[in-house]
C-alpha cells in the first residue's frame, strides 16, 4: 500500500476513534504520565491523551489503538486539530476494517 493510502487509512481510524471516545470514552489518570480517554468494547481499545508540558518530536495529541490480538495496532501523533498525523506505528491487518465497519 503506498505511503498516501496508509495516511489516508491512518487518517479514517483516527476519525472513527476520536468519534467513539468522544461519544463512549470514560477519562482515566494514571499514576504517571498525562491523563487520558479511554474506549473499550472488549475487542478495540483506544486511547486518546495530550501531552501538555513536552511534547514528542511528531506531535502534542496522541491516538493509541489495541486490537485484543496483536495488541497494540496503531500509534498516531500530530500538532494541531484536523492536522495530518505522524504515524509512529502501524500493524496493517484485517482489524483495520472491522474497526471502520464496527464503530459506525
Known sequence: MKDTQKLERAIAIRHMALKLIEKNGQWQNPRSGPEL???????????????????????????????????????????????????????????EMLFLSDAH
Open 37 to 95: 480517554k479511554i474506549y473499550d468494547d472488549g475487542r478495540f481499545k483506544v486511547g486518546f491523551y495530550v501531552r501538555p508540558s513536552e511534547p514528542i518530536p511528531c506531535g502534542l495529541y496522541t491516538l493509541d489503538l489495541w486490537y485484543k490480538q496483536p495488541g497494540k495496532v496503531l500509534s498516531l501523533a500530530w500538532d494541531s486539530v484536523g492536522a495530518d498525523p505522524t504515524i509512529v506505528s502501524f500493524k496493517r491487518g484485517d482489524w
